[in-house]
């Protein structure tokens, strides 16, 4: 088909243009340049005053410090945000990913550890790990189904319809463990989130792949587009042919399997399934992310770039404040400072505020 | 589900038929209702006991401070705002109220005065960061979370009774309704609230004007409405309805708590929600609101009458039970026609 | 006569944009001031700053001498500068009475008691009466076309006892009854010592209300003249910086009145409260025109055909295959594109770029696991950019930041680059200006020739008449008669219309 | 409806009581929840469940629903201490004997329940100071992971431990955070001690449950050092990954407080509905274990 539509007589050319490509990019920067410069000031922070923060040392073969502590544990909110940004573009939001991370958590467990009291102790799947992944996020797949059946076919409102799996989903979780809290020996399903390669940690690989692949599926097919376009304007979307149920279903199914990667990954992490706090409140961490990398709650123009580096912004902190030993009281009044720092540093009247302040001390 | 489905024919064309009724806005809400209704009764001739006027009385009393602050939360919805730093004002004034009158011996009067100030102030201050450097609202008031529970901590990690006399006398007073039923001061708060806000959202100017920064912030605007005092004062008034459901926490249980009131915000938003707000704003009611926290509040004593339940299965049960009613509720809505 | 609002050396400068530079304009009270210009000239831009929405970089305004500098609109309201800005803004789930009221509602009980609704709904009654709209004002507004709720809009203005009233093509959308009920009252107002502002691209329209006629071009001001004083063609060629010779509408001569092979037919089209059921039946490469009233059901039956709405009864056949499409998408992919009519509701992406509204529709009927290349993309949207004049510097600049007129082209735009077999317009040139239309008009029918069927609606029975070569007459949402071949006169639809 | 079948049931009635349980979140809190299930079963005794997920307000409604069906007694374990006192109120006008368990609930007037039975967090945190103090004669750089702030366990077992290390100058807490009481936080947490400026000579680990502690372990291993030499570990509760990570010699002692008291629970519930005397509070008695004892405890434990 041709895709430019019949010959049209060219009048008399348009004005003056820009170089479209520059334009561009700095459209795309402008999204990832405020969290990335809170990123940068965390850190400068951190070397000015935190004593070997930035201390990275090799001990048996393994990178060893706190800026590799951010890479590692920031894995979970980092594969979280990917998907939340995405369901978030489409006008959305999914409350359920900390549920879905303990479901999908729990039943690689049990499979492992295969308890007598679980449901799931008839599987004898122990030996093979592809077949326990494979269970363990078909399970965490059917929930993304789930919440996108709710939102795209029967169009309730993304919020209710992720909250009940959000409660549900932890309920399941309890129901495969049985409320225990499984622990296991499984040396290769362990190097999932304990693991390491080439010196670093393998969650950090993992999730690295991961957001390329994402990156990748999403900006290099039409995907992006048509999210954009449905989150933007769903009438006008409709009316241009995009299908949205499609395009939802598929970011809800999107988010729920990166959660239930994060879930196998914490859960590989502690050796064992802690069905009542693995992945609690995260979904907050993970819609933070989203925020800070630029992704209006409203829908519409998403940075996956973006939300990326909000999750490292957030690990950040948390890691600070640990690593400064602030007492747990003062840790949430800092983190609420710094999210409101955040989103001033954002927005564009503030900046336009400071601007004139500085012009008129100059007067 | 199509028309073209012979059998779902006959009530699909009852449905559409309704179409004309649901452009007037109760509408929807009437459906909400029955919902609420059909489970109500449902769990009365499930569970002996249930139907007594006490029970009923308890689903306004027990869920008090949650429909409080989800009253405060409407409108902020109603606005196309959305506010998750109720539940932490809560935990936050309970224990600045505890500790004061018992601590510092501040009389419950002052203490109760200076939190609901505070409570507004900081609703003030998150409207003012919303309108005035447009930063979104999610962010902005998860800003408020995080400081309130952090100084709700500060103020003190210990958890604190209230035995000033006044107080307690004001706690255990109820209203008897005949029977041995009665209706406690938090209920009353929460009812009388009640009538005031849906008064205004519904027959005073701002409340219209609620409705209209919500609707089309933009159109708003350029029809000349005061829209930042509208955004503000929402938000205001939510930080005011907060404090005072953290207030309405002390009075239930005589005693404060820093924790109390933690991932309070989701159930108040749920209960807005499935009252039939839209999250995104311009559409629903705080009568709406009521009918959400009822439910709630059904689902709720309906698992402590089963009693059979195991923990998993009680947060099963409430998932199954809340997606029944959501689309039973749908079901019974006809779509808004899209134009 | 003293000037009512005038302003002086007015600039305003938008990111990469100089949309007003130095602009002098005097509004005199008891007259009708046009304000002209192509799209992007900075009508709007002007408007929005007389009366507080945008905040301008140099210059001063005055009204009735005093200066004045209007921060926001409530202020320009205090100042009693009444406005109806270019695109609909009401509040679309809110009633018709509310809307015209809200900001000075009626209270019980002198101001102490809550809303007094029924003398709201009485008094938003009347203020549309004026108008000849007689609707359910408790309904909301969504529930009505944009023709009525332009009509709301302009009530709301009128109902607000001003110095001033603004109109910003306030009839874009209106047939001509509404038009002429519009312009009686405007002439009523005059007579009361109003200056009245009023932006429109239709130059009948100009001359019959406007006294004097101020015209922009690239935000800069060409002139200030008495309406009488200027003829049509130099309006347009100040308007547009060039000679124009006339202003001709596309080959109304060269159409074929000869029934072509019937491309899309269908039969017993309708669907309860809306519109039909009716039949209707297009050639391939035909121009169909649907002509009607306000209200008379044109918009539904393209919404129909298109399977925007679902239709209760009726066929529809394609190529004589009977086609059941439940969806817009179906309908794309047959062939179909439909251009609403609202383009502010249905039409554009606001936060998308210039470039992804145009090739959006082409990408949704590819899927998604087919991108178009960036590359592609980026000549599509040069190439119309180029070819309906779209006014901006920047193809990746969000949409919203265009000018109304600029929009409307880059729908359009949108739906020609998905080379469709049935193209739908409906308002298609909607706040579009002369010289656009004068191309667009071109460009459809060259399509045609190339074998695009196009159902066509359009408010300006001129329009239509020099385009279709077949009108569809709809009258109280039935079909009530088809002119074709050489009867298809201005005259004629307009006889027809009126019944 | 089973209340009513279970009160006509032939010519003796079974009981009928309500247990208000915290919640659902840890090993330790299930085997409380299952102990007390099993021994209802046993004894014939119709159980009322409620998981207050927790929230205070959840229970209280639980016990306001228990007032309502009219149970014949009411076990509660308070998610914190206070706020209970008009809800107890009422249950005391209804008739209802409450036994608490497992957290006191203070009061004002204690005829508001019959009895409580439960540990004495205060007292957990004291012992597993004193076994700090015996097992390094004094010297210590403690490291400590606090459970979730604001919580009873949390504040009492901290409470208790300073008590004890204050009178031993050369034993401090260098590093304390929480730990939110779950494993992932703990080793988070941990990692993080380990690299701070002090956290180099980090010597003692003090978590105020086995779950953080048992995360820490991990953090350590990971970081190179040996878990029970190069760092003592203690902690609270006693669950059985507990006992098997001290059988590996990596924990060096838990405070176990023991779950199981389903059975001295309704042992309490039948005498204060047969108005019989109980005394006002009963410890359960919880045992302290270390490495060397870890070893022939292990098969004995059931959670
Ligand atoms: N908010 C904005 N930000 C950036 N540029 C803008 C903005 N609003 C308008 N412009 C630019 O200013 C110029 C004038 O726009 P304006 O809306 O005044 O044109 P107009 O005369 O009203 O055109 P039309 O007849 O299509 O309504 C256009 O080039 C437009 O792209
Ligand atoms: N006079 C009227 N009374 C009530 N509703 C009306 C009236 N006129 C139009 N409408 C509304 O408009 C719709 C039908 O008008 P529609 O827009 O389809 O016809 P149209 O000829 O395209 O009118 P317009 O020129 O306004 O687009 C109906 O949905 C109806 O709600
Ligand atoms: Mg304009
Ligand atoms: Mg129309």
């Known amino acids: 088909m041709n895709a430019v539509g019949g010959t049209i007589p060219v009048l008399d050319p348009p004005a003056a243009k820009a170089p479209r490509a520059k334009v561009r990019a700095s459209g795309a920067m402008a999204t990832v340049l405020y969290p990335t410069i809170a990123l940068a000031l965390l850190l400068l922070f951190n070397l000015l005053f935190t004593a070997g923060f930035f201390h990275v040392e090799v001990r048996d073969g393994r990178l060893f410090g706190s800026l590799i502590d951010i890479l590692n544990r920031g894995t979970p909110v980092l594969l979280l945000s990917l998907g939340m940004t995405l369901v978030i573009a489409t006008g959305g939001i999914d409350l359920s990913v900390g549920a879905v991370m303990a479901l999908a958590g729990a039943v690689a467990a049990c499979l492992i550890a295969r308890p007598e009291d679980s449901p799931l102790h008839v599987f004898n799947v122990s030996h093979s790990l592809p077949l326990i992944l494979i269970i363990a996020l078909s399970v965490a797949l059917l929930a993304g189904l789930f919440n996108g059946i709710l939102v795209a076919t029967f169009k309730l409102q993304p919020i209710v319809a992720t909250l009940i799996l959000m409660v549900a989903g932890r309920g399941a979780a309890q129901l495969v463990t049985n409320g225990q809290i499984p622990t296991f020996q499984h040396p290769s399903f362990e190097f999932l989130g304990s693991g390491f390669l080439f010196g670093l940690p393998f969650p950090l690989i993992l999730a690295v792949l991961i957001f390329l692949v994402i990156l990748g599926f999403v900006r290099g097919s039409a995907l992006g587009l048509l999210i954009e376009a449905v989150g933007n304007n769903p009438v006008a979307a409709r009316l241009a042919g995009v299908q949205a149920s499609g395009v939802k279903l598929v970011c809800y199914v999107i988010s729920a399997l990166l959660a239930g990667v994060a879930g196998l990954i914490a859960t590989a992490d502690i050796k064992a399934a802690d069905v009542n706090n693995t992945g609690l409140y995260l979904e907050l961490d993970a819609i933070l992310a989203a925020a800070i990398g630029g992704t209006s709650l409203a829908g519409g123009r998403f940075s996956l770039v973006g939300a990326a580096v909000g999750a490292l912004v957030i690990q950040t902190l948390t890691t600070t404040i640990l690593a400064r030993g602030i007492a747990p009281e003062l840790t949430l009044v800092i983190k609420a400072a710094v999210v409101v720092a955040l989103c001033l540093l954002q927005s564009s009247k503030f900046r336009e505020l400071l601007v004139r302040i500085a012009i008129r001390r100059r007067a | ?339 | 006569m003293e000037t009512a609002l005038s302003a002086r050396g007015l600039t305003k400068r938008f990111p990469g944009v100089l949309a007003l530079d130095s602009v002098d304009f005097h509004a005199r009270a008891g007259e009708v001031h046009a304000l002209m210009g192509e799209n992007g000239a900075g009508k709007s831009t002007l408007i929005k700053i007389l009366t507080g929405v945008y905040s301008y970089d140099a210059g001063q305004m005055f009204l009735d001498g005093k200066a004045i500098q209007p921060v926001s609109p409530l202020h320009a309201q205090r100042l009693r500068i009444a406005t109806v800005y270019q695109e609909v803004n009401l509040i679309p789930a809110l009633s018709v009475a509310e809307n015209i009221y809200l900001g000075r509602m009626p209270k019980r009980w002198g101001g102490f008691g809550g809303i007094d609704s029924r003398a709201m709904i009485r008094g938003a009654k009347n203020s549309l009466a004026q108008l000849d709209v007689h609707i359910d004002v408790t309904k909301p507004v969504q529930s009505f076309s944009v023709a009525l709720q332009q009509m709301v809009a302009i009530a709301r203005s009128l109902s607000m006892s001003a110095k001033v009233l603004i109109l910003d093509e306030p009839t874009s959308s209106l047939d001509r009854p509404e038009v002429e009920q519009l312009f009686s009252t405007m002439r009523r107002l005059k007579e009361n010592g109003l200056a009245i502002i009023f932006v429109t691209h239709f130059l009948d329209q100009v001359y019959a209300i406007s006294d004097r006629i101020t015209v922009l071009r690239n935000g800069r001001l060409v002139g200030e003249h008495l309406a009488r004083d200027l003829p049509r063609l130099k309006l347009v060629s100040e308007m547009v910086g060039r000679d124009v010779a006339e202003l001709k509408h596309g080959g109304a001569a060269d159409r074929q009145s000869a029934p072509l092979s019937p491309f899309v037919e269908a039969k017993g089209l309708g669907r309860s409260g809306a519109v039909g059921p009716l039949d209707l039946s297009i050639g391939r490469g035909e121009i169909v025109g649907l002509a009607g009233l306000l209200g008379s059901g044109r918009t539904e039956t393209a919404r129909l055909l298109f399977a925007a709405d679902k239709p209760d009864a009726g066929t529809i056949t394609v190529d004589g295959r009977t086609q059941h499409l439940g969806n817009p998408r179906n309908a794309i992919a047959l062939g179909f594109a439909f251009c609403p009519e609202d383009r502010k509701v249905a039409g554009i992406l606001p936060d998308l770029s210039i470039r992804e509204n145009i090739v959006v529709a082409l990408q949704a009927r590819r899927g998604w696991w087919r991108p178009i290349p960036l590359r592609k993309q980026r000549e599509m949207a040069e190439k119309y950019i180029a070819a309906l004049r779209i006014a901006t510097n920047d193809a990746e600049k969000p949409i919203r930041l265009l000018s109304g007129g600029n929009q409307q082209k880059a729908i359009l735009a949108r739906w020609l680059a998905a080379s469709p077999t049935l193209l739908i317009l409906d308002e298609p040139t909607r706040g579009i200006d002369v010289g656009a239309k004068a191309e667009i008009s071109a460009l459809v029918e060259k399509l045609c020739a190339e074998g695009m069927s196009l159902l066509f609606i359009s408010s300006e029975l001129e329009e239509v008449a020099a385009l279709c070569s077949r009108v569809i007459v709809l009258r109280d949402r039935q079909k009530v008669g088809e002119l074709s071949g050489s009867d298809v006169t201005e005259k004629a639809i307009l006889t027809k219309v009126a019944g | 409806d089973k209340t009513s079948e279970s009160k006509q049931e032939g010519g003796k009635k079974s009981l009928v009581v309500g247990f208000a349980q915290v919640g659902a979140e840890s090993a330790w809190r299930t085997a409380n929840s299952k102990s007390i299930k099993d021994e209802a079963a046993k004894r014939g005794i119709e159980l009322k469940f409620v998981d207050a997920q927790q929230k205070q307000e959840n229970q209280i409604k639980a016990v306001r629903s228990f007032i309502a069906q009219k149970v014949d007694a009411i076990v509660l374990a308070p998610v914190v201490e206070t706020g209970f006192e008009p809800v107890l109120r009422e249950a005391k006008q209804a008739g209802i004997p409450v036994v608490l368990s497992d957290r006191r609930a203070d009061v004002t007037d204690d005829s508001l329940y019959a009895t409580f039975i439960g540990a004495d967090f205060i007292e957990e945190g004291r012992r597993a100071a004193k076994f700090l103090v015996v097992k390094t004669g004094g010297k210590a750089t403690i490291a400590e992971l606090q459970g979730t702030p604001g919580s009873a366990p949390a504040n009492d077992r901290k409470k208790g431990f300073e008590e004890i290390i204050k009178d031993h100058p050369d034993m401090k807490v260098v590093l304390s955070q929480t730990g939110d009481f779950t494993r992932a936080k703990g080793k988070e947490v941990m990692e993080a001690f380990l690299k701070s400026p002090e956290g180099k000579n980090i010597n003692v680990l003090f978590a105020h449950n086995d779950d953080m502690a048992l995360g820490a372990i991990q953090a350590i291993e990971a970081a190179g050092l040996k878990p029970g030499k190069d760092i003592i570990i203690v902690s609270i509760d006693g669950v059985k990954a507990a006992f098997e990570a001290m059988a590996e010699g990596k924990l060096n002692c838990t405070v176990e407080c023991n779950p199981l008291i389903g059975p001295q629970v309704f042992d309490l519930v039948e005498k204060a509905v047969a108005k019989q005397a109980v005394p006002k509070r009963i410890d359960v008695q919880e045992g302290i274990y270390t490495e060397e004892q870890a070893k022939e405890a292990l098969p004995t434990r059931q959670y």
Request: proline share 4%.
């Open chain 2, 1 to 339: 589900m199509s028309a073209a489905n012979p059998a779902a024919f006959g009530w699909w064309s009852a449905r559409n038929r309704l179409r004309g009724v649901s452009s007037r806005s109760h509408f929807p809400l009437l459906m909400t209702c029955v919902v609420f209704l059909l489970i109500y009764i449902a769990a009365c001739l499930r569970y002996r006991g249930f139907f007594s006027l006490q029970v009923a009385v308890n689903l306004i009393g027990d869920n008090a401070f949650l429909g409080i602050a989800a009253i405060g939360l409407t409108l902020v919805i109603l606005c196309g705002g959305i506010d998750l730093s109720v539940g932490a004002v809560i935990g936050c004034t309970s224990i600045f109220v505890a500790t004061m009158t018992e601590h510092r011996g501040w009389s419950p009067a002052l203490a109760v005065g200076v939190a609901l100030a505070a409570g507004t102030a900081l609703g003030v201050v998150q409207g003012m960061l919303i309108h005035f450097f447009e930063l979104p609202p999610f962010l902005v008031t998860l800003g408020g979370l995080f400081l309130c529970r952090g100084l709700g901590l500060l103020i003190s990690r210990e958890s604190v009774a209230i035995l000033n006399p006044l107080y307690v006398k004001l706690s255990s007073w109820s209203l008897p309704l005949g029977g041995h039923a009665t209706f406690p001061l938090v209920g009353v708060l929460f009812v009388a609230l009640l009538c005031i806000v849906s008064y205004v959202a519904a027959f005073r100017p701002i409340g219209r004007y609620v409705y209209a920064v919500g609707g089309n912030e933009q159109s708003a605007l350029l029809m000349g409405l005061p829209v930042a005092r509208t955004k503000i004062g929402v938000y205001a008034f939510a930080g005011f309805c907060s404090a005072l459901a953290g207030i309405a926490v002390t009075l239930y249980t005589s005693s404060g708590n820093a924790l109390t009131g933690s991932g309070l915000e989701l159930d108040a938003i749920a209960a807005v929600v499935v009252g039939g707000t839209l999250l995104s704003g311009g559409v629903g009611g705080p009568i709406g609101t009521l009918v959400g926290v009822l439910i709630f509040g059904v689902i709720q004593s309906a698992i402590a009458f089963e009693g059979t339940l195991s923990s998993w299965w009680a947060r099963i049960a409430i998932g199954i039970l809340l997606l029944g009613f959501i689309l039973l509720q749908k079901l019974l809505q006809p779509e808004r026609t899209n134009p």
